[in-house]
């Protein structure tokens, strides 16, 4: 009898201890689910990836057999339908942490327990499991430096050694994937084999020194891979400790990843839910003045050139770099009072990397009320962050044509002799914004 391996958030056959899991019981029937419940929420950018990485884990499977199956439905419906036509004895997955996941998982355990089938969850999409990590008082951690001492302390295992070539692979009828949507933006290429590429690429950067510097984009652009899980985390800390000069400094981004999964994993509410509930009180805009700001903040057209520049860059290539993740997020709740949820709604949509532990809460960050956030009054300005770290202004010509003929220290302030043609006005006045974001801050303290 076969066993069922039900991909989700761990497209790649190498470090796959559901694999292993799997394969140890027999035969091995590898199947997606195409479930219409994570597909609606995606913009086109995101699904294409996702139907690409299909693609390419169906070809990495057909080396050794006859390839993914995949199946349109409600995963409680399609699972429990595949046990009984294939008569599977088990089906092995990733354990899934966020809040969907692992409530839809809850959900399927129960429908295969009726015929008496168990969902085997083996190993998950980070080095140290959700909910391992404890303070002394018995507490999740929602202070990132503890908790990454105590992740560091912990350790993790050595990458599992699954070869899919040792494997033998069963088949089942399954679902055409869909056609991809129309996608304007470039995608980095799909798939496990092209993340191992992107990591042998990145190792030898001197990162620590750069990674602030959206011009010289030197980051490893490993979110995406880490977030369909066409490479394994354990996978880059196993090569980090072996070869990387810049271990640590690498180390500790991975672990805010691991700890954003591991917040929402302890209080998934805050998903939604502001940690620090007073500032929900804020004045935010609404309504038609809302949609106006966040429409022009969407579309790389409020006038501030480095905030622009990302926006368009998110638009073109479902990514942007990290300093301006922080500086338009702020720029939208500080500058344009728009509550945080609103840009990681559109941050979700877009983001090829888009993932709801470490986007929602990145964004609770900016806006001052997450875990362990930087506190509200500290106002990002957004042309002085311009300055400083894309000093020559190449980020901002590169994503913003209409600014191209400008050189630094114009390109950053280019309404100064009068916007250039095609280029907005700045849509607001960034001292007037600050001070009233800040009295309203200190008005709401007041009154809590
Ligand atoms: P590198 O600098 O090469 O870092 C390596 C890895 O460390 C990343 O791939 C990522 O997995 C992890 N990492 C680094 N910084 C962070 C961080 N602050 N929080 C969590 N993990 C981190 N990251 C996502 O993966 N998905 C998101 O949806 C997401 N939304 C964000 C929203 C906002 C408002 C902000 C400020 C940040 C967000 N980030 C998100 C974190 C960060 O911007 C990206 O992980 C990073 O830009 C990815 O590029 P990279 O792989 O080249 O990063």
Known sequence: TPSILWFRRD????????????????????????????????GAARTAFLLR?????????????????????????????LVRETGAAAVHVSADFAPYGAARDERVAAALAEADVPLVRTGSPYAVAPGRLHTKGGDPYKVFTPFYRAWADHGWRAPAASDPAGVEWATAPGDDLPAEPDVDAELPEAG???????????????????????????TSRLSTYLRWGAIHPRTLLADLDARHTHAQVYRRELAWREFYAHVLHA??????????????????????????????????????????????????????????????????????????????????????????????HNWQWVAGCGT??????????????????????????????????????AVHRPWKDGPPDGYPAPMVDHATQREEALAAYQLLRRNH
């Open 11 to 42: 497209l790649r056959l190498g470090d796959h201890p559901a694999l292993l899991a799997a394969a140890g019981d027999g035969p091995v029937l590898p199947v997606f689910v195409l479930d219409d419940a994570l597909l609606r929420p995606s």
């Open 192 to 218: 496990e084999a092209a993340a191992r590429a992107r990591w042998d690429a990145f190792r030898g950067t001197p990162y620590d020194d750069i990674r602030d510097r959206p011009d010289l984009d030197e």
């Open 267 to 360: 209080w998934p509410a805050s998903a939604r839910d502001y940690f620090r509930p007073e500032l929900k009180d804020l004045p935010y805009v609404t309504g038609r003045e809302q949609r106006r700001r966040l429409d022009a903040w969407a579309a790389g057209q409020t006038g501030f050139p480095v905030v622009d520049a990302g926006m368009r860059q998110l638009l073109a290539e479902g990514w942007m770099h990290n300093r301006v993740r922080m500086i338009v997020a702020s720029f939208l709740v500080k500058d344009l009072q728009v509550e945080w949820t609103h840009g990681a709604a559109h941050f979700m949509a877009h983001l090829v990397d888009g993932d709801l532990a470490s986007n929602q």
């Open 372 to 409: 362990d956030a930087a506190p509200y009054f500290r106002v990002f300005n957004p042309i002085t962050q311009g300055v400083k770290f894309d000093p020559d202004g190449d980020y901002i010509r590169r994503w913003v044509p209409e600014l191209a003929g400008l050189s630094a220290p």
């Open 53 to 81: 990485s299909l693609r390419a884990l169906d070809a990495d499977l057909r080396r050794h057999g006859p390839g993914l199956v995949v199946r349109r439905g409600r995963p409680e419906d399609v699972v429990p339908a």
